[in-house]
């Protein structure tokens, strides 16, 4: 099983920039593809991005394609999301999970961050 603990997410103004962190406990973490999530409020959870065990291949929604960039370090079991040019449609709590090669959710979610982008 492994654990997932969501860092890094804050207040930003519209055009700027967040990292968020997401550390997970657990043996297997290099062996899981990961992914990125986000819940706005009033909408279902939707997928962000997902990277392979590897970090080598990489998948992104259409809407942040461009913009955000996610990559893991297996020796740190982290996984990272970079947020350029942030909307204020951003403003979500982010989640981060193993995903299967269909980039579905696996296990439990983590509390998740909080992500604010004003206008």
């Known amino acids: 099983q492994v654990q997932l603990v969501e860092s890094g997410g804050g207040l930003v103004q519209a055009g700027g920039s967040l990292r968020l962190s997401c550390a997970a406990s657990?043996?297997?973490?290099?062996?899981?593809?990961m992914g990125w999530f986000r819940q706005a409020p009033g909408k279902e959870r939707e997928f962000v991005a997902a990277?392979?065990?590897?970090?080598?291949?990489?998948y992104y929604a259409d809407s942040v394609k461009g913009r955000f960039t996610i990559s893991r370090d297996n020796a740190k079991n982290t996984v990272y999301l970079q947020m350029n040019s942030l909307k204020p449609e951003d403003t979500a709590v982010y989640y981060c999970?193993?995903?299967?090669?269909?980039?579905?959710?696996?296990?439990?979610w983590g509390q998740g961050t909080q992500v604010t982008v004003s206008s």
């Open positions: 990277a392979s065990w590897s970090g080598g291949s990489t």
């Open positions: 999970n193993a995903v299967t090669t269909s980039y579905f959710p696996i296990g439990s």
């Open positions: 657990g043996r297997f973490f290099s062996t899981y593809a």
